[in-house]
């Protein structure tokens, strides 16, 4: 869309470009190779977030700054010493864009990447485009606990709901205008998405995101096994080859725990008992028991509802296991942005009502989003 509609954002104009593998036209062609090759644009900076510019660092590692092999031009990390552009960085630009594909779920660093890169260009007095983007669980899907700010961090900055039901450049109109930024934010729409569309709908490709998320589908998973992950009591398939697919201990008796899942009639979704051995991170080399998960209807597939449940049951079965276990419990409630989902399923309260509890947060924050929906 940028390049057939709106090229006069960027017509004769030093551009940076905040992106990864994901930045690509619907024929797969890189962002950066597209705007290099224009002759009235000038790519004079590229900005890359967590796992590079070009997708091949593992999470959490910090990247320093570099040279596009291919372009020239040089690349400046967000994910390594500094998290947002410098004024030095920005001073040669008369454009920032941003061009990443998102996963519509809250504990993911590029939006906060584009977040601090958007507050940068306001203080820099340039504009920030927003290149659009689907969501791929859908534009209607809302769930989970909004964040509390004492939990706050890189994998979670601002007050939004686990899956908060955004476009990437309707979350950008929401995080402008909520906290005050005063950004010059141009939004590139996309033509022809519908807030009820998943990504198999639009007939595009699917780039992976990171690593770890190979498919469109994977959305779906690592919004329901993400958090528990961050345990590492638990394997959530990270590391085998179905990664946030699956749940899995030593101790777990497969048979059992799907049957308790089962039984739930959890929507969505149905739970196969499977064996696995992961290759590398958590609980490598380990033959695992447990579940995996298989979407039934995505649509109607509840992610964190899951997540609650997936964590009750084995709590429940196996009371003696240091399922939450202290060395990882801050890395926990940091992605899921509070430690009252711990706590209360620590305490044996049911999932249904931690979710109830949840709603009244929810609610105001449908109120808020609805003016900032593009489709």
């Known amino acids: 869309m940028l390049l057939n509609e709106r090229l006069d954002l960027v017509a004769g104009k030093r551009v940076g470009l905040i992106t990864n593998p994901t930045g690509v036209t619907s024929n797969l062609s890189s962002s950066i190779d597209a705007l290099f090759a224009l002759k009235n644009v000038k790519l004079v900076a590229l900005f890359g ?9 593992f999470a959490g590692q910090k990247i320093a700054d570099s040279t596009d092999a291919r372009t020239g031009v040089p690349i400046y990390s967000l994910y390594g010493n500094r998290r ?31 977040a601090l890169s958007m507050q940068a ?14 969501n791929p669980l859908g534009g209607n899907l809302i769930e989970g606990p909004v964040l509390d700010e004492k939990f706050k961090s890189f994998i979670g900055l601002y007050p939004i709901p686990y899956i908060y039901g955004l476009t990437v450049g309707e979350l950008a109109k929401y995080l402008n205008e909520e906290f005050r930024w005063g ?49 590492q009591t638990l394997s959530e398939g990270v590391g085998y080859t179905q990664p946030f697919e699956l ?27 499977t064996h696995f051995r992961p290759y590398y991170f958590s609980l490598k ?20 509802r899951t997540q609650l449940w997936l964590l009750a049951n084995l709590l429940k079965m196996y009371p003696d296991r240091e399922i939450f276990s202290s060395r990882r419990l801050q890395s926990f409630d940091r992605a899921m942005g509070t430690d009252q989902v711990r706590l209360k399923l620590s305490a044996g309260e049911s999932p249904e009502q931690i979710i109830a509890d949840w709603q009244s947060d929810l609610e105001a924050y449908k109120s808020r989003r609805a003016k900032y929906l593009i489709y």
């Not at 004024?87 to 941003?98: A, N, Q, T």
């Not at 998943?198 to 998973?221: K, R």
């Not at 695992?288 to 109607?300: I, Y």
Request: some cysteine.
């Open 121 to 134: 260009a306001a203080q820099a007095g340039i504009p920030f485009l927003v290149l659009d983007r689907p």
């Open 247 to 273: 749940i899995g201990q030593q101790w777990i008796d497969p048979e059992k725990y799907a049957a308790s899942l089962n039984a739930l009639s959890l929507p969505g979704v149905h739970f196969r008992p």
């Open 183 to 231: 950004a010059n934010l141009v939004v590139v729409p996309m033509l022809g998405w519908r807030r009820d569309m998943l990504f198999c709908d639009t007939g595009l490709s699917w780039v992976p995101t990171s690593p770890h998320v190979p498919h469109a589908e994977t959305a779906f998973f690592i919004a329901a096994t993400g958090c528990i992950g961050e345990l």
């Open 49 to 57: 977030p967590e796992h590079g510019v070009r997708g091949d660092v």
């Open 285 to 304: 080399d380990q033959l695992l028991a447990g579940v995996q998960m298989h979407l039934t209807d995505s649509r109607a597939f509840q992610p964190m």
């Open 84 to 114: 947002q552009p410098t004024p030095e960085m920005l001073k040669s630009l008369d454009v920032l864009i941003y061009d990443i594909q998102d996963i519509g779920s809250r504990a993911y660093t590029y939006i906060y990447t584009m």
